[in-house]
Every structure is written in structure tokens, then in C-alpha cells.
């Protein structure tokens, strides 16, 4: 068993008489605790021997008075202590001490807080998603609408091309045109040339036939002659004119057919122009809406470091001062745990003095 408080007083091992003894004769040596008197001299290391039973026992009579008394100083302070101890926890309970009532509404205040802040970043989080949604399929629409851009901006030149094309088909077509109505020109001229050569021949040609008056008409052979030159001369005519009516009616409907071609693609180049201007201003505004997004979403995302930054300062500052307190309980518990332990060390002497003196 063990004697004495830590720092308070002596330690020494007691099971038996013998063990007793020495202890007497350590503490004769050492100096005593407060109340305790100094021992005689021992007798030599014998435990058989009855002449010293007397001195033994005046001697732990002594040493018990001693250890009473330290007992008893103990038990004071320890009365004192839990006395202290009593006053702390009723001065926490009262309002002029340290109120936990008082200090858990701000806790459970700021716990609320903690909880709308976590909710508010819940929702903050899930509009930063949605809105990164947003902003993709924003982009998606305008690499759509690039794509249709690219699309319609080649169509445009494609028709542009066909436009140019046209032109020059519509210019050649007009020049072939300007050389057939040169060529008809010249070959009714020609015509009317050799009509008018071959009429001054007839005119100036002298035939000498003889023929039998009775079984000849001159003026019938001529005037079937002159309906054989007529009849040929509009027949070349009519084939003239045939041919080169076909080539204009020819002419004509290609020229009708790219001046429709023409007019097709002038439409379709104002539509797509018209359609281009519309994705212009889409791209416009999509282009807008996305700045704008990103600059909602830094602005959200400052609100928050600004919102969120002196509530974690004071939550870290409650958990400090949270640590503090739990730390001086804990000290307080050891304390009074040492105590406990001082105590019960100190019955269990007594209880063996007891058991020896009696014994």
C-alpha cells in the first residue's frame, strides 16, 4: 500500500510487522511529516524478539498519529477542493458564473447559420451547374449556328458563281444572238442580191428559139419559168426563215431558262442573306448571354467568399475557445481523479494500520 499525497509525503511499503519496522527506521532517519515524532532506535532485525514489541508498537502508535493527522489535513483539502469545485459548477449555473445555457444559443445560432450557408451553397452549386449547363448548350447552339453560317456563307458563294455564270451565258447568248440576226441580215441581203442579179439576167438575156408558133406560147414558157425561180426563191426563203426561227426560239427559252436561273438565285441569295443577318444577331446574343453567365457566376462566386469569410472566422474561433474549455475539464477531471486516488490510498493505510494494531 501506499502512503501520502503526491509531493505531500512519504512512500513506503507496509505487509508485514518486519516491513513496519524498517519503515521506522527509514523514517528515524529521514525527516517525518508534520504531525509525526521521531521513532527510537530499532532493534536489531529480528522479528522474534519480545523486548522491542513495546518500542514497536509506541512507535507505530506515533507514526499512526502522524498519519491521522495528514489524513485528516487530506481530507480537508480535499473538502476544500470539492468545495471549490461545488462553488465553480454552481457559479456555471448561476448567471454571474460562466452560463452554458447562454453560451450554446449562439452556438446553436451559428449552427443554424452553418446550416442556411450550407443550404445556400447547395442552391449557389447547383445554379453554378446549372448554368454551366446553360453555357454549354449555348455554345453547342453557337457551333450550330457557326457550322449553318459556314454552310450558308458557301451556299451564298456558290450561288454567286452560278450568278456570274449566268451572266456570261446570258452575254454569250446575246452576242450569238446579235451574229444570227448579222447572219440573217447578210444572207437576206445576199438573197435579194442574186434575186435581183438573176432578174437582170433574165431582163438582159437574149434567146433566139426558133419554134413553131403553132405549137408554142412564148409567154407561158417565161411565166413558168418565173413561177419556177419564185417557187424556189420562197422555198429557200422559208427554210431560211424556219431555220433561223428555230435558232431563236432556241435562243430564246436558254435565255428564258437563265433569266429564271438568274432570278431563282438572286431570290435565294436575298433569302440567305436575309437568313445569314437573322444568325448573325443570334450569334450576337447568344455571345451576350454567355458573358453575361460567366460574369453572374464570378460575381456569385465573390458573394460567397465574401459571405462565407467571417463565419469561418468565427466558427474557428468558437472551436478554440470550444477546445479551451473542453481542456480545462479534462484537467479539472484528472484532478480530481488524483484526488480520489489519494483518498482511497490513504483508507487503505488506515484500514491496515488498523487490521495490524488490532491484529
Known sequence: MFGGAGGRGSRASVSSPQGLRNMLRKDEREPGADQAKPAASGPPDNPDAPADDKHTLRGLNDRLSGYLGKVKRLEKENADLEKEIDEILAKRKTPEGRDWDKTEEPLEDLKKQVKDVTMDNARLLLQIDNTKLAQDDFKNKLDDEIKARKVLEKDVDNLKKTQEDTRLNCRQTQKEID??????????????NEVDDLCEKIKDSEVKVEIDSQNSNLANTLNKIRRQYEELARKNMKETEDWYQNKFDSIKVAEAQNNEALLAGKKDMKE????????????????????NLEESLLSTKYEYQQRHSPLNKKILGLEAELREVRSQVERQVEINKNLLCVKMKLEAEINNYQRLIHG
Not at 445569314?276 to 448571354?289: E, G, H, N, P
Open 179 to 192: 451574229l444570227v440576226k448579222e447572219e440573217l441580215e447578210r444572207l437576206n441581203q445576199d438573197h435579194k
Open 272 to 291: 440567305l442573306l436575309k437568313e445569314k443577318q437573322t444568325l448573325d444577331i443570334r450569334i450576337q446574343s447568344v455571345q451576350a448571354m454567355i458573358k
